[in-house]
């Protein structure tokens, strides 16, 4: 019994020491009792620390505690912004139509954009792209304001401008990552950021200004339509704080953009490449005296075809798929835009109907909270192509003149 309790007191100096020796090396001062240990006795070695040591883990403890509620804190705030942006403006009001001027109008093109809208915060135009005339505009007071910036809408601009410099065609492919590949049609059906910002810093600031103005961003659209305003476009590159050209390309940064410049844009694309002024006759003698305007001839011609195949994905498979949950009965082509400024989100939505007999052109534009974006705004197209089919506008539609050459042309200052 003896030499077996001298054993186990080894034993327990050799645990003692060694249990020293690793607070030792982790920095922690301790003083361990070494003292024998029998199997009469219920108390194990005993580790009391040293002041110092004492001082120090304290230290360490607040040190964590601190780091933990940065974490968190850091952790909150990034969650907020990105999930919990605040909006001020209402996504609903309660006559959209107050004020608005309709004795020249279609009756069943407005009434259809009238029921599509309902009561969201925001605007419909339609028009025959192969006149300019203005076949209903609802809420003509935002119709008519200075705008908004374009969002997504933008890379429409951007898309011809890169195929108007060769920069692509279609399916030609951009790096976006180590793994990642895109082409223009995907870029525009999806509507991805990277694609656009890299197209955009590839054109420059020059460039995208200039096909910008072309395609009639930055001046009016209409001819002596009272109370429109003319948007925004920067004489120069925005701050690279903003993101610089690149975000000016894939969000419409800096840009502050009309319903009717954007209908007139997608109105060129869907004719063949002429720019029209938008008219929006008054009264029965405009609409039965109605006279075409020419802006300018487009050379985009080539060019519709490399991004039709795009803006038909958006509406198939992309960003505007919620078309398709009122319309389906005939080919849609459209671009979709969702972003937010100052607590007001916005939605647009631009697209046309490409049938045998005839085309129109619809654009919606919402603004408010969260309730407002992009597939609300095609959503609501839907439901107007709907009203449509089943009025038979499609069929009854006229077809467009067989020469433009006809069209009396007007200069670019008469506006």
Not at 77 to 106: I, K, Q
Request: some cysteine.
């Amino acid at each position: 019994m003896g030499t077996r309790s001298v054993t186990f007191s080894k034993r327990s100096a050799i645990l003692g020491l060694l249990l020293a020796f690793v607070l030792s090396v982790y920095g922690v001062g301790a003083t361990v009792s070494t003292r024998s240990l029998t199997a009469n006795k219920s108390k194990s070695r005993k580790v009391s620390e040293a002041p110092r040591a004492r001082k120090r883990l304290s230290r360490v403890a607040r040190s964590r505690a601190r780091t933990r509620t940065v974490r968190v804190a850091a952790t909150t705030r990034r969650h907020r912004r990105r999930y919990y942006e605040r909006f001020t403006a209402s996504s609903f009001m309660d006559d959209v139509t107050e004020g608005d001027v309709t004795t020249g109008e279609d009756p069943v093109v407005r009434q259809a954009a009238i029921d599509a809208l309902g009561n969201m915060n925001g605007t419909v135009l339609a028009i025959e792209p192969t006149s300019g005339r203005v076949l209903a505009m609802v809420n003509q007071k935002l119709a008519l304001s200075s705008g908004a910036q374009p969002c997504s809408t933008i890379k429409l601009s951007v898309a011809l401008a890169a195929l108007s410099e060769d920069l692509i065609t279609k399916d030609t492919e951009i790096a976006l990552g180590r793994r990642s590949r895109m082409n223009l049609t995907t870029a525009l059906a999806h509507s991805n950021n990277a694609y656009f910002e890299a197209l955009g810093r590839r054109l420059g600031f020059e460039k995208v200004s200039f096909y910008a103005h072309q395609f009639g961003l930055g001046e009016l659209a209409g001819y002596n339509i009272p109370g429109e305003q003319l948007g925004t476009y920067p004489e120069e590159e925005i701050s690279s704080k903003l993101g610089g050209v690149g975000k000016m390309c894939s969000f419409g940064e800096g840009i502050s953009m009309t319903p009717l410049q954007l209908g007139a844009m997608v109105s060129a694309i869907a004719n063949g490449g002429t720019l029209y002024y938008l008219q929006h006759p008054v009264s029965a003698d405009e609409v039965a005296n109605f006279e075409p305007r020419v802006k300018r001839h487009l050379d985009i011609a080539p060019l519709i075809p490399e991004i039709s195949d795009g803006m038909a994905g958006a509406v198939s498979y992309g960003t505007a798929r919620s078309v398709r949950v009122n319309f389906n009965e005939e080919e849609i082509l459209g671009k979709t835009g969702t972003c937010s400024r100052a607590g007001t989100r916005y939605g647009w939505f631009a697209s046309y109907a490409k049938t045998d007999i005839g085309r129109i052109v619809v654009v919606v534009f919402l603004q408010g909270g969260r309730p407002t974006y992009g597939p609300k705004a095609a959503e609501i197209s839907g439901r107007m192509y709907r009203s449509l089919y089943d009025h038979s506008f499609f069929e009854a539609h006229p077809t467009q003149p067989a020469d433009t050459a006809d069209v009396k042309p007007v200069s670019s200052n008469q506006q």
